[in-house]
């Protein structure tokens, strides 16, 4: 099966680039409605590895340029799993821990990255709060 990676990772350089709880939050909700459906076949498939592999070529094949991923559009890349792909998935499956190790050995692998994965409340309470730019702890 072919992903629809281009609707998936939509926006990536902008939306990889969190600034607060409340946009975390409304583009969270905005990948839940729009762009979660799209990756239906990955996380219901009886071999998610498999599936896993072709979803990390699919995005490959998207995104490289004179044969590879640049560094600048991995780093988005890896942003954007991070802090939607592995989330909602983690949210919505029953067996969302097991299916986000399957695709963050694969992703780690195929990219030769080193991501991880956490939940969308430990992501969100991350954030800063910021009066006029400046960083003031963590709400």
């Known amino acids: ?15 990889s680039k969190v600034h607060s709880k409340n946009d975390y939050d409304s583009h969270t909700n905005k990948f839940k409605e729009d762009r979660y459906s799209e990756l239906d076949g ?14 990390c070529e699919d995005v490959f094949v998207a995104f490289k340029k004179f044969g590879k991923v640049r560094g600048a559009d991995l780093m988005n890349l890896n942003y954007f799993m991070i802090y939607y792909v592995f989330p909602t998935i983690l949210s919505e499956e029953e067996k969302g821990a097991e299916i986000c190790d399957t695709i963050r050995d694969v992703w780690n692998e195929r990219f030769k990255c080193n991501i991880n994965y956490t939940d969308f409340e430990t992501l969100k309470e991350g954030f800063q709060t910021k009066i006029f730019g400046i960083p003031i702890g963590k709400n």
Request: aromatic share 14%; charged share 25%; proline share 0%.
């Open 1 to 15: 099966m072919g992903y629809n990676v281009e609707k998936i990772f939509e926006d990536v350089a902008y939306l």
């Open 42 to 55: 990955l996380v219901h498939a009886t071999d998610v590895a498999a599936e896993a592999k072709v979803f």
